[in-house]
């Protein structure tokens, strides 16, 4: 299901997926008919633009809420020109599971195919600047006190979407020293033991949690990753260590 109200946008999007196998089931230009789509068809997927009418704010954004919680089978992937955190911990809620937010420059290539399947499929992938813009503030709660210090200075540099081996350059350690803390990590947050990336989004999704609800949005910044290409080792949060 593709949700955007341009529809040039819309039909290009689904020229994409459908020469990549996939079946659009249906389209809508505005959050009701997002909702009333999903209600008819029941898809595995609903790519949705976080601005929509009529107001063109964060119509697409609280029908995504609204859907997760009325129909959990269907993953949902938003899109945005640029970076919106209002609801998104709403959103997210408690599991990572088939949920995604990608900024609209991103959607190009086979990566983003990728995403979208895999959010399909009961994964996730945000895009790399969601979760620095989201953990700009520090002031910890009590879900992080089992951590060491140690282990809070590397979930931070993960919830930037750095890869194990950049978090190794930062902090002047050995790659298996970090493996060994990101362990640690997952084990201390009580994490379930499911796929790496889910755990690792997870455990950055605790971390944002901790820190004061941001509450402003930003442009996605000139140096963001490029889709269209094999993700480097920082380019995606939800990679795997």
């Given amino acids: 299901m593709l949700a955007d109200d341009a529809e040039l946008f819309r039909t290009a999007l689904a020229d994409l997926l459908e020469r990549d196998g996939c079946v659009i089931v249906g389209q809508a230009a505005d959050a009701d008919g997002l909702l009333d789509a999903v209600e008819r068809h029941r898809p595995d997927l609903a790519v949705v633009d976080i601005r929509m009418p009529p107001g063109h704010h964060l119509e697409g954004l609280r029908a995504a809420v609204r859907l997760r919680r009325l129909h959990p089978g269907t993953g949902v992937l938003l899109l945005s020109q640029h970076l919106e955190v209002t609801h998104l911990d709403e959103l997210v809620g408690q599991s990572a599971r088939g949920v995604g937010y990608l900024l609209k420059d991103r959607v190009t ?133």
């Avoid at 086979?110 to 399947?117: K, Q």
């Avoid at 994964?123 to 813009?133: Q, T, Y």
């Avoid at 402003?216 to 080792?233: E, F, N, Q, Y």
């Fill in 109 to 241: 290539g086979p990566d983003f195919l990728s995403a979208i399947r895999r959010v399909a499929s009961d994964g996730c992938a945000f895009d790399p600047e969601v979760v620095p813009l989201l953990a700009g503030q520090r002031g910890r709660r009590d879900e992080l006190a089992a951590l060491s210090a140690r282990e809070r200075e590397v979930l931070a540099l993960m919830a930037q979407g750095r890869s194990n081996g950049a978090i190794a350059a930062e902090l002047q350690l050995t790659t298996r020293t970090v493996e060994t803390h990101v362990r640690n990590v997952f084990l201390r947050l009580s994490l379930p033991d499911e796929a790496e990336h889910n755990r690792r989004v997870l455990a950055v999704l605790a971390y944002l949690r901790s820190a004061p609800r941001a509450t402003t949005s930003a442009s996605a910044s000139a140096d963001s990753v490029d889709l269209g290409r094999k993700p480097a080792a920082d380019d995606w949060s939800t990679a795997s260590p």
